[in-house]
């Protein structure tokens, strides 16, 4: 048991310099090895996954608050929204087969690694729309619109126990008229909300060992340090291209594990 814990631990490191050189994606790569390397039942991989990416998001939102990179009056609106969709996606789950799940959960990797192609290019054109986000006061329309986004988000990250970073950035930078930076450091306070009301969710109905996420919280805040110094001297490009081929691999993994 204890080198199980070990080697789950390990992975954490990893997943965690992963975390802090992208930015995202650290859950999609978390629930795998929560399952099959510490054999965890599937809700209660997920919802363990919630509990350790709330965690771990709290300490990488630090360092974005230091830096001025967090808008907290922006990322509320958009965090209570999400918190009341991921908790009753949370609920939710209660109700649905694992296997479901897991078919959601492999669909979303498959989603994760098509955006992380594609977040150049997306980046980059909403950084071409007239300037949005640099310098401008985010409008009461559009935080309305941001909440209306943020709850089917956070239902989707409630359910399923990841997946909202990918989208959070795009919301945040049109809806609340955020810079690429300032909505990045935003969308992780967003993330560990809905992240930690999901985790709520799931806590009637499935059963969490405090101690083994209290390690994975440790060992992902910790290496994801190093990921975002890490970060600075590897081409954003190329860990992208990694990072989604590594995804692809997992779901193909967990597809022949599920329905194989």
Same mark, same amino acid.
């Given at each position: $048991?204890? !080198?199980? @814990?070990?080697?789950?631990?390990?992975?954490?490191? +990893?997943?965690?310099?992963?975390?802090?050189?992208?930015?995202?994606?650290?859950?999609?790569?978390?629930?795998?090895?929560?399952? =099959?390397?510490?054999?965890?039942? /599937?809700?209660?991989? &997920?919802?363990?996954? %919630?509990?350790?990416?709330?965690? !771990?998001?709290?300490?990488?939102? *630090?360092?974005?608050?230091?830096?001025?990179?967090?808008?907290?009056?922006?990322? &509320?609106?958009?965090?209570?929204?999400? $918190?009341?969709?991921?908790?009753?996606?949370?609920? *939710?789950?209660?109700?649905?087969?694992? %296997? &479901?799940?897991?078919?959601?959960? +492999?669909?979303?990797?498959?989603?994760?690694?098509? #955006?992380?192609?594609?977040?150049?290019?997306?980046?980059?054109?909403?950084?071409? %729309?007239?300037?949005?986000?640099?310098?401008?006061? /985010?409008?009461?329309?559009?935080?309305?619109?941001?909440?209306?986004?943020?709850? /089917?988000?956070?239902?989707?990250?409630? *359910?399923?126990?990841?997946?909202?970073?990918? @989208?959070?950035? /795009?919301? *945040?930078?049109?809806?609340?008229?955020?810079?690429?930076?300032?909505?990045?450091? !935003?969308?992780?306070?967003?993330?560990?909300? #809905?992240?930690?009301?999901?985790?709520?969710? =799931?806590?009637?109905?499935?059963?969490?060992?405090?101690?083994?996420?209290?390690?994975?919280?440790?060992?992902?805040?910790?290496?994801?340090?190093?990921?975002?110094?890490?970060? #600075?001297?590897?081409?954003?490009?190329?860990?992208?291209?990694?990072?989604?081929?590594?995804? &692809?691999?997992?779901?193909?993994?967990?597809?022949?594990?599920?329905?194989?």
């Amino acid at each position: $048991m204890e !080198t199980t @814990l070990a080697i789950g631990v390990a992975a954490a490191l +990893i997943i965690g310099v992963f975390l802090g050189m992208l930015g995202g994606g650290g859950s999609v790569l978390l629930v795998p090895v929560l399952l =099959y390397v510490l054999k965890l039942p /599937p809700k209660a991989a &997920l919802a363990t996954s %919630q509990l350790v990416m709330a965690g !771990t998001t709290v300490i990488a939102m *630090l360092l974005h608050a230091r830096a001025g990179r967090v808008v907290f009056a922006v990322g &509320l609106v958009f965090g209570i929204s999400g $918190m009341t969709g991921s908790f009753l996606g949370g609920r *939710l789950a209660h109700h649905l087969p694992s %296997q &479901l799940l897991l078919t959601g959960f +492999i669909v979303l990797m498959v989603v994760s690694a098509v #955006q992380m192609l594609r977040k150049k290019r997306t980046v980059t054109s909403l950084a071409g %729309q007239g300037g949005v986000g640099v310098g401008v006061e /985010p409008s009461s329309h559009g935080l309305w619109l941001g909440a209306a986004v943020g709850f /089917p988000t956070g239902l989707v990250t409630g *359910l399923l126990g990841a997946g909202g970073g990918f @989208l959070v950035v /795009p919301a *945040l930078t049109l809806f609340g008229r955020l810079s690429i930076e300032k909505a990045v450091g !935003t969308s992780l306070l967003v993330i560990a909300m #809905q992240s930690f009301a999901g985790s709520l969710g =799931y806590l009637g109905h499935a059963t969490v060992d405090l101690r083994l996420v209290g390690l994975l919280i440790a060992a992902m805040g910790t290496s994801s340090l190093l990921g975002g110094l890490l970060s #600075q001297r590897v081409p954003a490009a190329l860990l992208r291209k990694l990072f989604a081929g590594l995804l &692809l691999a997992v779901a193909c993994l967990m597809f022949g594990r599920t329905f194989l």
